[in-house]
């Protein structure tokens, strides 16, 4: 493992002299708050020595050539809302803040695409392109509180990656600042394009380990004038399931397909103060999201819709309302109402083996003293599932969530699946990381990570251990 030098005070005038003296931080109260970031146990979390807030790829092309000037540890943090442990500072030294990058550069209708600095909230980015009649197709569940530089360092998926795809395709051109402190451009804004390696692509989804993402070009897409939103409920968690590759296989091509367990739906509305939710005592919720550009298409794919919904066993199909979407929207944050103490998973598995893996992950936490809450990105093979500690002791904990964990993950491998879907590997899985990935795989990212990083300055301690 590497040892880093602190961060003493002449690293701290340098830094202050890049962004100014208000913008460096490191009294008590700030470490603190930057020592996690969802990540609720405590023995997981790791104050930061010092807290900058660059404003331009300019300073923080500065800010990385003083970290290797110096050999201190940089991790990057956006809003804070990994649930992969991606934001915590777990060998100390800067944290740096991607907030003061928060404009909107340009927003082109001609050619469809909006270009913005990464601080700026997704949702301005969504909301900015509806209002001028467009799509930003990105939209992670945590889209009312991320930054969109988080998620193109995660490759966040979320509700309309079944039709749309996740973030990386939703990206012409990014720019960033390497870990020795150049400013880079890679992509373009084509619709192909075979002229050397895909850098954007490999930036992307490295979790900050391979560059500080600072801007980006992304695409926009026509607004589907005519959208519906449905829930079919079930009682029966295995009907729920099966309904998945029967909509899959329909030609309905829809937008989303996300499930909810029971124990999620009475959480959730409990957590939004919703009364009288359908079958709040025994409801499983299979929601479903078409959007069309002709009415008429939409009305036959609904009907289509209802149809299937009623013959795989739904007691009732309804419209979603906002109420229903807010439910699923705050799956996470409701699980707080059953423990302060969580950990959620993020596994991926082939579309075509979805209700198989929900299956066994129901079958498998009968075992254990913990019943898995289960909400998922059906429609693309995306599995949350949530463990909560509740009274358990911290030995009973750690034991129970590691033999849990060793099932899933096996399985998950031996049906094609891997460990995260869009919450990325962060801290939180770099044993399973070492345990699961093919030898030339990993040994191909470390190649990799020591060409672009020789001192492992940036984000150390995610994804992988470099020793």
């Known amino acids: 493992m590497k040892t880093y030098a602190p961060v003493t005070e002449e690293v701290i005038e340098a830094l202050k002299g890049v962004v100014g003296a208000e913008y460096v931080l490191n009294d008590a109260e700030t ?26 790829a300019e300073e923080i092309a500065e800010i990385m050539k003083l970290a290797n000037k110096f050999d201190v540890p940089v991790t990057v943090r956006s809003a804070g809302t990994s649930l992969a442990d991606g934001a915590i500072p777990v060998y100390g030294g800067i944290v740096l803040l ?57 490759n966040a998926g979320g509700n309309k990656a079944v039709r749309y795809g996740t973030t990386r395709d939703q990206v012409h051109e990014i720019e960033f600042v390497s870990p020795t402190g150049e400013i880079i451009e890679v992509g373009a804004r084509l619709k192909k394009c075979s002229t050397g390696y895909c850098l954007e692509q490999l930036i992307m989804g490295s979790e900050g380990t391979l560059g500080i993402i600072t801007k980006a070009t992304l695409k926009l897409l026509p607004l589907c004038p005519y959208k519906f939103d449905l829930v079919a409920v079930f009682t029966d968690p295995d009907k729920a399931i099966d309904l998945v590759p029967l909509l899959l296989k329909a030609g309905i091509d829809p937008t989303s397909i996300e499930y909810m367990d029971n124990t999620y739906v009475r959480t959730t509305a409990d957590y939004c103060e919703y009364k009288n939710v359908p079958h709040y005592e025994d409801g499983i919720y299979v929601i479903v999201t078409v959007e069309t550009y002709n009415e008429d298409e939409l009305d036959m794919k609904m009907e289509r819709l209802d149809e299937l919904c009623t013959e795989a066993g739904a007691v009732e199909v309804l419209e979603a309302d906002e109420r229903i979407w807010r439910m699923r929207r705050n799956c996470q944050e409701s699980v707080r109402l059953i423990s302060l103490v969580s950990l959620t998973d993020d596994v991926v598995v082939p579309r075509d083996k979805v209700a198989d893996a929900v299956k066994f992950v129901m079958k498998t936490g009968e075992k254990y003293p913990f019943t898995p809450l289960i909400c998922a990105h059906v429609g693309d093979g995306n599995l949350h599932i949530v ?26 491998y031996s049906i094609g699946g891997r460990l995260a879907g869009e919450h990325g590997i962060g801290a939180k899985k770099l044993k399973e990381m070492e345990k699961y990935t093919r030898p030339g795989e990993l040994n191909l990212m470390r190649t990799i990570k020591k060409a672009m990083d020789p001192k492992c300055i940036l984000n150390p301690g995610k994804i992988f251990n470099m020793d």
């Open 31 to 56: 470490l603190e708050h930057y020592q996690t970031d969802e990540e609720t146990d405590c023995r997981k979390f790791h104050k930061p020595e010092v807290v900058v807030k660059p404003a331009n």
């Open 387 to 412: 463990l909560c500690k509740c009274d358990l002791t911290d030995e009973e904990w750690e034991q129970n969530v590691q033999a849990f964990h060793d099932e899933v993950y096996t399985y998950a």
């Open 98 to 154: 991607m907030e003061r990058l928060n404009k909107v550069l340009e927003l082109n209708t001609e050619g469809m695409y909006l270009v913005t600095e990464a601080g700026v909230p997704t949702i301005d980015i969504q909301k900015m392109a509806n209002e001028a009649g467009y799509l930003y197709a990105g939209d992670p569940c945590s889209a009312d509180s991320c930054l969109i530089g988080g998620n193109l360092a995660t």
